[in-house]
Nanobody, 111 residues
């Protein structure tokens, strides 16, 4: 069993930045692809970004150029750097590792 713990969410003004972290409980972290999803109120959950075990990255069109996903296998931790945040980025953000999901962290973009 793998536990994922997200952190770094919060309230930020439009144009601001946040960095989300996702810490995994086991050292198998390095062999799995990892992803960040988000779900806004009344909307379906969507993939924001993903990164393979080898470091290949993929982004939703809506966040390209603003968000960066990364991972530190030595720390069993993945990150989502979010810059130039917009109102529409408001959502609960979840990290995934293989078939495991974290509990989510709220990101609210508001003036």
């Amino acid at each position: 069993q793998v536990q994922l713990v997200e952190s770094g969410g919060g309230l930020v003004q439009p144009g601001g930045s946040l960095r989300l972290s996702c810490a995994a409980s086991r050292t198998v972290f390095s062999i799995y692809a990892m992803g960040w999803y988000r779900q806004a109120p009344g909307k379906q959950r969507e993939l924001v970004a993903s990164i393979t075990s080898g470091g290949s990255q993929n982004y939703a069109d809506s966040v390209k150029g603003r968000f960066t996903i990364s991972r530190d296998n030595a720390k069993n931790t993945a990150y989502l750097q979010m810059n130039s945040l917009k109102f529409e980025d408001t959502a609960v953000y979840y990290c995934t590792l293989g078939s495991y999901w974290g509990q989510g962290t709220q990101v609210t973009v508001s003036s």
